[in-house]
């Protein structure tokens, strides 16, 4: 399956953690109004014009399974590991035959690999027993599935079956905050406030944009916000628009 492109277009070139409360100048003194909102998320939708998940997968199960695993780790280090596994177990029928021990043989250089090898190993065995092998596209049910938070729960809705779920990562959660797209002092908090303020004909997308721009340009450390090309409705109070110099050797 192609992943989603790297670089934006730019003007001139189930671990369930608690996330930060907002406070402070590193945030937006307000909320985006409706209008903002909107003209703010037609620019992300220029900057990232095929923007779809990173992870690799060709199946629901595929794909339910490498979210679980991207919990505290990366997109990349999972795509790193996935493809050896898969080839051992494509669906949830091969996966609920393997042990902990021999799914954990893949994944070992995944944070959490134990917990995240029983977790799947388990998933799988209950998708053979309660669904016939097959992912339910209901979130309580995804949810009820051992090592699927809400989080991972919404990627699959999103992704896989097309529901305009919003799945709020760290990057989703800390662009919302900054810019005022949706300020919330949890994810549930953004991902309730997304679901309001966001257009329904954006809803879905819009999960792939922030998780993009929130990775590469509206990054933890320092915003690159020279390199956005949202910055006109973006309420961010500390913009950079200048980029810095480079320190001499």
């Not at 406070?23 to 909320?31: C, E, H, Q, S, V």
């Not at 699927?148 to 699959?156: L, M, N």
């Not at 997308?205 to 990775?215: A, E, M, V």
Request: with cysteine; net charge positive; charged share 25%.
């Amino acid at each position: 399956m192609p992943t989603a492109k790297t670089k934006p277009a730019t003007r001139s070139s189930t671990s369930k953690t608690a996330d930060p409360e907002p406070k402070g100048a590193a945030f937006a003194p307000r909320d985006m109004t409706k209008k903002e909102v909107t003209a703010f998320l037609s620019d992300l939708a220029r900057a990232w014009p095929d923007a779809e998940t990173e992870l690799k997968f060709s199946s629901p199960f595929q794909l339910l399974v490498a979210t679980a695993l991207a919990a505290q780790a990366t997109d990349a280090s999972v795509n790193r590991v996935t493809p050896a596994l898969f080839a051992k177990a494509p669906g949830p029928a091969e996966m609920a035959l393997l042990t902990s021990d021999e799914v954990g043989e893949f994944i070992r250089t995944i944070g959490l690999w134990r917990n995240k090898a029983r977790n799947i190993v388990a998933l799988s065995q209950m998708l053979v027993e309660r669904y016939d092998g097959e992912v339910p596209t209901d979130r309580d049910a995804l949810e009820s599935l051992p090592g699927v938070g809400r989080k991972t729960a919404a990627v699959v809705l999103n992704v896989a079956f097309g529901e305009p779920a919003v799945p709020v990562d760290t990057h989703a959660f800390r662009l919302a905050n900054r810019t005022g797209l949706a300020r919330g002092k949890n994810v549930l908090d953004v991902e309730r406030a997304l679901e309001r303020r966001v257009p329904l004909p954006m809803l879905r997308d819009s999960h792939h944009w922030l998780i993009l721009q929130g990775r590469y340009v509206c990054k933890a450390r320092r915003p690159e916000c020279w390199r956005c090309v949202a910055t006109a409705h973006c309420l961010y109070p500390d913009k950079e628009l200048i980029a810095p110099k480079r320190a001499k050797a």
